[in-house]
């Protein structure tokens, strides 16, 4: 559901709060001790055997990842669905490494790309791009909340876009520079910051774990990352960090592994059927909180809907059922406020319950559908068994395609 998502939103902005106010100081003390943190020998005896077990398995579930760096995914599929002519306008929403972008413009002539991304080094790289194609492409650094105004400050109106492209999550970038946090692969400090420190006073993922009480990251774990252990894991974050402040990846994701069984730790799978490790869905749920993505994925939408152009074409990667239902339900028609979020199967069982018999689910998804957007796909595309070899990244990744009415 979205709604317990939105109150999510309200426990961050209780958490910014409280940081403006000075009244939690233990995030504080976790950035200042992360350069010192010493674990207590009774604790390090508990999680040594996690620790060697967490190398082996990032080892051989992530390496091959890590070889294929910034590789678009489903770039191809991406090309074909916008089709691009000569002078045509483009916005790239998470211009990340460039791939698709560079792909846009190396298929038609005095094509215009709008290249956005919230993170510096991402906003560094579009400007450097710049420079092998002169007036084809405008840098943009915010978030999607900050898109509409970038935006209008570089000259774009309302309804003048020919084509979106929302790639949402974090990048590889991101995942594989172990500075930065996101992944569990290498150590690095806690942070996960997608912004990378353009607001240092914005929490990281140290500060929520050290600050956040046991009831808060229940419903983070569970909601973000859908996390059926939510209570457990967020019970020995408690607990270890009662001890010693929480700071590093690797640190962080072995205080996971032990409210697991040994047993456990290696049982679940990816799409691809490789090994994950048990906090990959906590790293998830702490990522997303941190940057507020699914409430930036949909302001997101809402600024497409606002700058494409009548007959304009949206094209949205997702990479998690959470953002690929903001998604569905957002081209569907669906308010995001509605109770439940009723998908359309829901819809006909309550119409169905209020007496209404629709023929059937075909017409009635259509008579019920958004009258603003239409898909130009009767299925999701996922990606090909080609793909997926190429960048195993890409294994979970869902295209949907519609264009604005």
Request: with cysteine; aromatic share 8%; charged share 25%.
């Amino acid at each position: 559901m979205l709604l317990p998502q939105y109150l999510l939103h309200g426990y961050k902005q209780l958490f910014l709060c409280s940081l403006k106010s000075g009244s939690i100081n233990k995030c504080v003390w976790a950035r200042n001790a992360e350069s010192s943190t010493v674990v207590p020998n009774g604790l390090t005896d508990q999680t040594a055997h996690k620790n060697e077990v967490h190398a082996n398995i990032n080892e051989s579930a992530e390496d091959e990842d890590y070889r294929r760096l910034h590789i678009p995914v489903m770039v191809k599929e991406v090309i074909d669905c916008f089709s691009p002519q000569p002078g045509q306008c483009f916005l790239d929403m998470t211009f990340g490494a460039g791939g698709h972008t560079v792909a846009l413009l190396q298929k038609a002539s005095d094509i215009k790309v709008y290249a956005l991304d919230r993170d510096p080094a991402a906003y560094q790289i579009a400007q450097q791009l710049s420079d092998s194609y002169p007036n084809q492409i405008r840098a943009l650094l915010g978030k999607f909340t900050e898109a509409e105004t970038l935006l209008v400050s570089s000259g774009v109106e309302p309804r003048t876009l020919d084509g979106v492209l929302l790639d949402a999550g974090c990048s590889s970038m991101q995942l594989d520079t172990p500075e930065r946090g996101f992944s569990l692969r290498k150590d690095g400090p806690l942070d996960m910051r997608m912004d990378n420190g353009r607001y240092p006073d914005m929490p990281t993922a140290a500060d929520v774990v050290n600050a956040l009480d046991q009831q808060a990251l229940t419903s983070i774990l569970r909601t973000y990352g859908e996390e059926r252990h939510a209570r457990k894991i967020a019970s020995a974050i408690v607990q270890a960090r009662s001890i010693y402040p929480i700071t590093r990846t690797q640190q962080f994701a072995s205080i996971v592994a032990g409210a697991f069984p040994a047993a456990a730790l290696y049982a679940r799978k990816d799409l691809l059927q490789r090994p994950t490790h048990v906090a990959t869905k906590t790293f998830q749920a702490l990522r997303i909180f941190v940057n507020d993505e699914l409430h930036e994925l949909y302001n997101g939408l809402r600024t497409v809907e606002k700058f494409l152009k009548r007959g304009g074409l949206l094209v949205a990667l997702s990479f998690h059922s959470l953002e690929d239902r903001i998604i569905k339900r957002f081209l569907y028609g669906i308010d995001i406020s509605e109770k439940s979020n009723l998908s359309v199967q829901q819809k006909i069982r309550l119409h169905k319950k209020n007496h209404f018999e629709p023929e059937n689910n075909e017409e009635f998804s259509s008579r019920t559908s958004n009258t603003k957007w239409t898909s130009i796909k009767k299925k999701v595309i996922t990606p090909r068994a080609m793909d997926i070899k190429e960048n195993p990244r890409a294994r979970s990744a869902k295209l949907r395609a519609a264009i604005k009415l």
